[in-house]
């Protein structure tokens, strides 16, 4: 079946420090992947996505390169700040079309200034 | 509207009742899906809408979950003689159409406590 596993948390960072969450998968056929974040009291919103093998997704800093050799798409950040304080969320849909996302349990990031 | 609305943003009922959360996706979405969120999880699949039919309904847990959405537009979750166990934050999400690369929006969740 499709699953994701993503590191557990909390992780706590202090400013400019240098981001990596963990995300690895498993999927028949070749997925779509994706990392959703959740700031407290909004939304899960779309962070990245990467559709296939080697595709580097980017957004505000972030980035997660699809690796299908490792089946990982690990998040990463250079420098991270106090508003990237978030639930961070990485999913595949697999490549069946209409087939929902599978998500991950979700990594808790808190960054002190 | 702007946005995946959902109502109530919070919802507490008593063990055995009938609870209805209703979510509205962005204008012109055709594709409606539901998730739920229990505390430290990540959000699981319930059911997701093409137009008005139910395309796919396996993640429903059991038949005491029901949802519709007659007109293609606004879906509403039905939950009968609710459990504990119901209690999470449900989740809707829309996107302008299925598909493997289509983005998904949504909406802020109504957590139904059950008590």
């Known amino acids: 079946g499709n699953s994701v596993t993503q590191m557990e948390g909390p992780v706590t960072l202090s400013e400019e420090a240098f981001l990596t969450i963990n995300c690895t998968y498993t999927a028949t056929g070749y997925p779509s992947l994706f990392w959703y974040v959740q700031y407290p009291g909004e939304g899960l919103q779309l962070l990245l996505k990467?559709?296939?093998?080697?595709d580097k997704g980017s957004n505000k800093g972030f980035e997660a390169t699809y690796r299908k050799e490792t089946t990982s798409f690990h998040l990463e950040k250079g420098s991270v700040q106090v508003s990237d304080s978030a639930v961070y969320f990485c999913a595949l849909n697999p490549n069946s079309g209409n087939t929902p996302l599978v998500f991950g349990k979700g990594t808790r990031l808190s960054v002190i200034a | 509207g702007a946005g995946v609305s959902q109502t109530p943003s919070n919802k507490v009922t008593e063990k055995g009742k009938y609870v209805e959360l209703r979510c509205d996706p962005i204008s012109g979405h055709t594709a409606l899906y539901w998730y739920r969120q229990s505390l430290g999880q990540g959000p699981e699949f319930l059911i997701y809408f093409q137009g008005t039919g139910a395309a796919d309904d396996s993640g429903l847990p059991n038949d005491r979950f029901f949802a519709v959405r007659p007109e293609g537009s606004v879906s509403t979750l039905k939950i009968q003689r609710t459990e504990r166990g119901d209690s999470a934050v449900y989740l809707c999400a829309s996107s302008l159409r299925p598909g493997q690369n289509t983005e998904a929006f949504f909406g802020q969740g109504t957590r139904l406590t059950v008590v």
């Open positions: 990467a559709t296939k093998a080697d």
